[in-house]
């Protein structure tokens, strides 16, 4: 049961840690937006780097955040029907609806793992050192690699599924116990 207990405290440390550190990603998106911004529209000099960066910035983060969201149970939920059932049964609730939530998180780890394994393997062209790099490149001037970012998908599905599991057998002790799990 240690080890268990174990598992679940460093799924959700790590989860934690993600969303602190998203925040401070988001800070970072905000300030090249504003930067592209003003370069733009004060000075006359738009920057081809800018936006893009700023569109890749938001998308690790929207896919990284995701089991931070349910952590704090943040994600969407009937809450007129949910929050005015018991303790207990909204456990009950939440371990029928997890059925769905696993499927939902299995099929989207796959697919994201799929679409960065073809991001990855993709031949685009990038060098180092005149050593052809493998992994897709956006079509811009500025060329960064897409592959990083579509890592990030899977390896927030993955977060977002190991924190169903913590939630899933917290929940599953609430049905049993009607306690909750210390």
Not at 98 to 105: P, V
């Amino acid at each position: 049961m240690e080890r268990l207990k174990k598992f679940m405290v460093a799924v959700e440390k790590t989860n934690i840690f993600i969303g602190k550190l998203m925040v401070g990603l988001t800070l970072l998106a905000v300030f090249v937006i504003t930067f592209e911004v003003v370069m733009r529209y004060v000075f006359g000099l738009p920057t081809n780097w800018g936006h893009e960066l700023m569109t890749l910035l938001f998308a690790v983060q929207y896919m990284f955040v995701a089991g931070y969201c349910h952590y704090h149970r943040a994600h969407v939920r009937v809450d007129v029907f949910y929050s005015t059932r018991k303790f207990r049964t909204r456990a009950y609730l939440d371990l029928f609806t997890s059925a769905f939530f696993f499927f939902f998180t299995l099929v989207l780890l796959w697919t994201c793992w799929t679409f960065y394994w073809s991001s990855q393997t993709m031949h685009g062209g990038g060098t180092v050192f005149g050593i052809e790099v493998p992994g897709e490149l956006s079509l811009t001037d500025w060329a960064p690699p897409y592959y990083p970012v579509k890592f990030m998908m899977p390896a927030g599905a993955f977060m977002l599924l190991l924190q169903g599991i913590v939630w899933f057998i917290r929940d599953l002790h609430i049905a049993i116990t009607g306690r909750e799990l210390k």
